[in-house]
């Protein structure tokens, strides 16, 4: 059975800071891209970040450089999203999504959370 399970998300003010994880079983975790990806309230999904197999590559959408980082834990299969200077267009539904293979470079993802939301507002 492939379980993501995100956690971390809640209510913070503009400028604050969540640190976003995702726990995740039933797949080789350090065999797989890692991603997360965000759904704004009435709008469709938004790529945010994706990192290597490895944790040796890190990507992020350019809205978020300087703000967010993604990491990785292999030896507790658990994805992170480290949040900084949030702002209230960051609300939204985020995601984490996994694709088994390491060398993946595409854009959708076999796999697949539930979500954690996250709203930034005064």
């Known amino acids: 059975e492939v379980q993501l399970v995100e956690s971390g998300g809640g209510l913070v003010q503009p400028g604050g800071s969540l640190r976003l994880s995702c726990a995740t079983s039933g797949f080789t975790f350090d065999d797989a891209v890692m991603s997360w990806v965000r759904q704004a309230p009435g709008k469709g999904l938004d790529w945010v970040s994706a990192?290597?197999?490895?944790?040796?590559?890190?990507y992020y959408a350019e809205s978020m450089k300087g703000r967010f980082t993604i990491s990785r834990d292999n030896a507790k299969n658990t994805l992170y999203l480290q949040m900084n200077s949030l702002k209230p267009e960051d609300t939204a539904i985020y995601y984490c999504a996994a694709e088994p293979n390491a060398h993946y470079t595409g854009s959708s993802y076999s796999y697949w959370g539930q979500g954690t939301q996250v709203t930034v507002s005064s």
């Open positions: 990192i290597s197999w490895d944790g040796g590559s890190t």
